[in-house]
Nanobody, 120 residues
C-alpha cells in the first residue's frame, strides 16, 4: 500500500557531492520519520541519517558534518545531501520510512536501494 521510490545514486569522485531522494506514495495517514541506511557486501546494513516529523535529525558519527537530511512535506520526499564524499561512503543506500496507515498503525517500509560509488 505504501511505496518508497529512490533516486540519485551515481559514481562520484572523492570529495564530491551527491543528492539522494526518496518519495513516499500510496495511501497513508502520517509519516513518523524517514531516513537512510546503507550496506556493502559482507557488512550489515548500517544507519546513516534520519529526519523525524517533529523536526529533529539524527546522523551516524561517520557522516556527521558531511551529510544533511531534509524532508519536504508537500511531496512526502526525504533528501540526503552528501558532501565531501569518501571511499568508505560507497554502498547501496536504502530509504526507510516509518509510516502510519489507516488500518495497522506505524509500519517500517523500505526502498529497493540505489548504488553510490565513490572513487579516487
Amino acid at each position: 500500500q505504501v511505496h518508497l521510490a529512490e533516486f540519485g545514486g551515481d559514481l562520484v569522485q572523492v570529495g564530491g557531492s551527491l543528492r539522494l531522494s526518496c518519495a513516499a506514495s500510496g495511501k497513508f495517514f502520517r509519516i513518523i520519520y524517514m531516513g537512510w541506511y546503507r550496506q556493502t557486501p559482507g557488512v550489515a546494513r548500517e544507519f546513516v541519517a534520519r529526519r523525524t516529523g517533529v523536526g529533529s535529525s539524527n546522523y551516524a558519527d561517520s557522516v556527521m558534518g558531511r551529510f544533511t537530511v531534509s524532508f519536504h512535506v508537500a511531496d512526502n520526499t526525504v533528501y540526503l545531501d552528501m558532501d565531501n564524499l569518501k571511499p568508505e561512503d560507497t554502498g547501496v543506500y536504502y530509504c526507510q520510512g516509518n509510516i502510519c496507515n489507516f488500518s495497522t498503525g506505524a509500519t517500517d517500509y523500505w526502498g529497493q536501494g540505489t548504488q553510490v560509488t565513490v572513487s579516487s
